[in-house]
């Protein structure tokens, strides 16, 4: 095994599969949970309560199927260059500038991902939603006074 397929295990295939059994592990234990409070709703035949938990429920699993996504999308190209820069050392020619320009935004993109994990749980979250907002008018407040 060269290098840059222990790259490829270590910074895509194993944190792809972590997070897609943990996120997945996660939905059953949301779900389940889910099961016992769509049951207390239904006892109470309460249909707003229940549609607001239905709801609820297709916002995380929106989020968690997010967040997975993200990962993906912003890591795949770099580990497809370098499978390629493996396969072919000379893909994109002689010239290493090119292929160094590449490698960079390859990799930026990838840690691009720490940047959208806040961002998505930010969006997919009411509560951190408000308090940001307050947090801004607030701040705002100060800096006028």
């Not at 409070?37 to 989020?63: A, G, T, V, W, Y």
């Not at 890591?75 to 072919?88: E, G, Q, S």
């Amino acid at each position: 095994m060269c290098i840059r397929d222990s790259s490829l295990m270590a910074q895509f295939v194993i944190p792809s599969i972590a997070i897609s059994v943990l996120y997945f592990l996660v939905y059953h234990r949301l779900k389940d949970r889910n099961k016992l409070r769509r049951n207390r709703f239904i006892s109470r035949r309460n249909s707003q309560l229940l549609k607001m938990e239905i709801n609820r429920c297709k916002h995380n699993n929106k989020m968690l199927l997010g967040i997975s996504l993200v990962f993906l999308i912003c890591w795949l190209p770099l580990n497809i260059l370098n499978i390629l820069l493996d396969a072919k050392p000379y893909v994109f020619g002689k010239d290493i500038e090119t292929t160094m320009i590449i490698f960079m935004f390859c990799h930026c993109l990838g840690m691009t991902s720490t940047i959208f994990n806040p961002i998505i749980y930010g969006y997919f979250d009411n509560g951190t939603r408000k308090g940001t907002l307050q947090n801004s008018y607030n701040t705002y407040i100060i800096m006028l006074s």
